[in-house]
């Protein structure tokens, strides 16, 4: 695919089939993910890759929603945040690298024609102990990986007029 095909391609996926993710697939994702770009190149980022299979009541302590347990895979970005690099005003950039890496992955995923959904709202605890995250380690995000068992619905996104600024606010 193009990868403006991939961009319009991508969507929020809420239903999926229970066709394994091929590891030959899971791999290049994974792959894309590594490949993201990430502030003084300190890679403050550990991704967690979980089968659903057999756990589906314990992941939904992390998560609710049924669809969320109906993939095959579910996927954890972690963020590390003392390897993280900092701006010069204190501002750390571990977040906004696990997120760059995290798009890398869910882009990827599209072009491969699997499917994914970006979750903030879960439950960090629940995270930590269901997956053991030591000390230092923070869930950041989740996505379940599979192929897709519904169809995109219509894009709702604000125009570039209301999103983009030249030269000064």
Avoid at 73 to 99: F, H, N, T
Avoid at 136 to 148: D, K, M, Q, R, S
């Amino acid at each position: 695919m193009e990868f403006s095909e991939v961009v319009n391609k991508r969507y929020s996926v809420r239903a999926y089939k229970p066709d394994p993710v091929e590891e030959e697939n899971l791999q290049k994702v994974l792959e894309a993910a590594r490949l993201a770009p990430t502030a003084a190149n300190r890679q403050p980022l550990q991704f967690i890759v979980i089968h659903t299979a057999g756990r589906e009541q314990e992941l939904r302590r992390i998560y609710r929603p049924d669809w969320f347990v109906k993939a095959p895979l579910i996927v954890c970005a972690c963020a590390l945040p003392e390897e993280g690099w900092s701006r010069v005003d204190g501002k750390p950039y571990a977040d906004v690298d696990v997120a760059i890496a995290m798009d890398h992955l869910i882009l990827a995923a599209t072009d491969l024609g699997l499917g994914t959904c970006w979750i903030a709202a879960f439950d960090p605890a629940a995270a930590r102990e269901v997956l053991g995250l030591p000390g230092g380690v923070e869930p950041i995000a989740f996505t379940p990986l599979g192929y897709p068992a519904d169809r995109p619905g219509r894009k709702r996104r604000k125009g570039l007029a209301e999103l983009v600024r030249y030269e000064r606010w």
